[in-house]
T-cell receptor, first 112, second 112 residues
Framework: EAQVTQNPRYLITVTGKKLTVTCSQNMNHEYMSWYRQDPGLGLRQIYYSMNVEVTDKGDVPEGYKVSRKEKRNFPLILESPSPNQTSLYFCASKVTGGIGYTFGSGTRLTVV | GEDVEQSLFLSVREGDSSVINCTYT??????LYWYKQEPGAGLQLLTY?????DMKQDQRLTVLLNKKDKHLSLRIADTQTGDSAIYFCAESPQNRDDKIIFGKGTRLHILP
């Protein structure tokens, strides 16, 4: 089944403890992207990648890192999480020139 | 800058038609989308319209695009309880294959 898989689905962590949210897609898509969803703010793009080893900042990149060493994987790294990064995170992928992103099921992160 | 606006809530009686409206600012957008988010799930691409079209119909869904007024609407005919979700209007800026800009979402509530 064609899908974008994120792990974990839920995560509670403490301020300052490094964490990684994994994202994997099995559709051979070139583009991958991370969004965060917050009440009243909708979805905002954090980082995106156009292909292996090519990443760029979205609208709200501060406090996040990403890497794209392989086409299928696009992990989101929070080196020192803070409470304002408590949010619902979505990974998404699309083919170059394709219509719309395919989204993962989301990761609900709480930083205390 | 780029922006997508939509009302936050809509209540509709079961069996009636739902109309969700959206305005956007980027007149050069290539595609405009409607995504659906059910509780606890990721975003699912519901339908889309290319910017040179006025209307698109797909079973119970009708999308209307007024480029002059930068207005997009989604009509759901014969609204069912399964249509209860958050609906996001979104646009793809021209020459930005990576980027989709989302509105804040309209929560559709179905009354019995």
């Amino acid at each position: 089944e064609a899908q974008v898989t994120q792990n974990p689905r839920y995560l509670i962590t403490v301020t300052g403890k490094k964490l990684t949210v994994t994202c994997s897609q099995n559709m051979n898509h070139e583009y991958m992207s991370w969004y965060r969803q917050d009440p009243g703010l909708g979805l905002r793009q954090i980082y995106y990648s156009m292909n292996v080893e090519v990443t760029d900042k979205g609208d709200v990149p501060e406090g996040y890192k990403v890497s794209r060493k392989e086409k299928r994987n696009f992990p989101l790294i929070l080196e020192s999480p803070s409470p304002n990064q408590t949010s619902l995170y979505f990974c998404a992928s699309k083919v170059t020139g394709g219509i719309g992103y395919t989204f993962g099921s989301g990761t609900r992160l709480t930083v205390v | 800058g780029e922006d997508v606006e939509q009302s936050l809530f809509l209540s509709v009686r079961e069996g009636d038609s739902s109309v969700i409206n959206c305005t956007y600012t980027d007149s050069s957008s290539t595609y405009l989308y409607w995504y659906k988010q059910e509780p606890g799930a990721g975003l699912q691409l519901l339908t889309y319209i290319f910017s040179n079209m006025d209307m698109k119909q797909d079973q119970r869904l009708t999308v209307l695009l007024n480029k002059k007024d930068k207005h997009l609407s989604l009509r759901i005919a014969d609204t069912q309880t399964g249509d209860s979700a958050i609906y996001f209007c979104a646009e793809s800026p021209q020459n930005r294959d990576d980027k989709i800009i989302f509105g804040k979402g309209t929560r559709l509530h179905i009354l019995p």
